[in-house]
C-alpha cells in the first residue's frame, strides 16, 4: 500500500480516538486533536506501570515529553531514576534532556515537565546516553498487538530508531505505552515499516502484554524527506552523502 494511503488511514484512526476522548470528556485542559491525549486517569496509569517487574528493575529510563507521560516521568524520579526526555521536535544537536534525579534543584514534579526541563536539565546527546532499560511512550490510539499511533510527526519511532542505531537498547529493551482505557482498540492499525510496536499498554485499569514485537534496527532513510532531516540536527548530522 502507497505511503500517502497509509497516512490516511492512520489520520483516520486518529480522528476516531480523538473525537470519542472529547466527547468522553476524557481529556485534561483541552481537546485531545493533535495532541498525545493527557487523559484523565494518568496519575493511576503511572502508579500501575510502577508495579511492573520492568520499571522496578529499570534503572534508565527514555520518555517522551508529552503531558500524559509527566506522572510517569516523575515517579521515576522520585524513585531515583536517571530519566532521558528528548527534546521537543528533536530540535536542537544534543536531542535528550538528562534528568538526574541527584542533582535536581526543583521537586521531581517540576523538573519532569518539559518546560521545566529545559531550564534545569542538561542537553545531551547520543554518545552521552547510557544503556535505556526502559522506554515510555505516548499513544493516540494502540492495540493488542503493540501497533501504536502518535500524534503523526514520527519522532518517536526516529527516536527509537536512533538509540537502537547506536547501542542503547536492543530487541529485549521494554517499550511501554500508557493510555486512557478508550484508546486501546480491538481493529488493525495501519503500519510502515519504520512504525515500532510497544510490549505493554498500561491504562489507569490493567496491564496488557503485546505481541509479536516489531521495531526497526536503525533509520529508513527513504521514509524521512528531505525537510525533516535538515530540521533534526541528529538527523543531518548522520544522513548518507
Excluded at 503523526?152 to 536512533?162: F, K, R
Excluded at 534496527?217 to 548522520?238: F, M, Q
Aim: hydrophobic share 45%; glycine share 8%; net charge negative.
Amino acid at each position: 500500500m502507497p505511503n500517502h494511503d497509509v497516512d490516511e488511514l492512520k489520520n483516520a484512526a486518529r480522528r476516531r480516538i480523538w473525537d470519542l476522548l472529547d466527547r468522553e470528556g476524557l481529556v485534561v485542559g483541552g481537546s485531545a486533536h493533535g495532541h498525545i491525549p493527557d487523559f484523565v486517569g494518568a496519575d493511576a496509569a503511572a502508579a500501575r506501570l510502577s508495579d511492573l517487574p520492568a520499571w522496578k528493575a529499570a534503572r534508565a529510563i527514555k520518555a517522551v515529553p508529552d503531558k500524559a507521560q509527566l506522572p510517569a516521568r516523575a515517579r521515576a524520579l522520585r524513585e531515583g531514576k536517571t530519566v532521558y526526555m528528548a527534546v521537543p521536535k528533536l530540535a536542537q544537536q544534543h536531542p535528550f534532556y538528562l534528568l538526574d534525579p541527584a542533582g535536581l534543584a526543583v521537586p521531581p514534579e517540576e523538573a519532569a515537565s518539559s518546560r521545566t526541563a529545559a531550564t534545569v536539565a542538561r542537553n545531551v546527546g547520543l554518545d552521552e546516553v547510557q544503556p535505556i532499560d526502559l522506554i515510555v511512550c505516548g499513544s493516540v490510539a494502540v492495540n493488542r498487538h503493540g501497533a501504536r499511533l502518535g500524534k503523526g510527526a514520527g519522532y518517536s519511532d526516529i527516536e527509537v530508531a536512533l538509540l537502537h542505531e547506536s547501542g542503547l537498547i536492543g530487541p529485549e529493551t521494554p517499550i511501554v505505552t500508557t493510555v486512557h482505557s478508550l484508546q486501546v482498540v480491538d481493529d488493525d492499525l495501519p503500519e510502515t515499516e519504520h512504525d515500532f510496536r510497544v510490549d505493554l499498554i498500561v491504562t489507569p485499569d490493567e496491564v496488557i502484554p503485546c505481541g509479536p514485537p516489531k521495531r526497526p534496527t536503525g533509520l529508513i532513510w527513504e521514509h524521512l524527506s528531505p525537510d525533516k532531516i535538515a530540521a533534526i540536527p541528529v538527523l543531518a548530522a548522520r544522513a548518507p552523502k
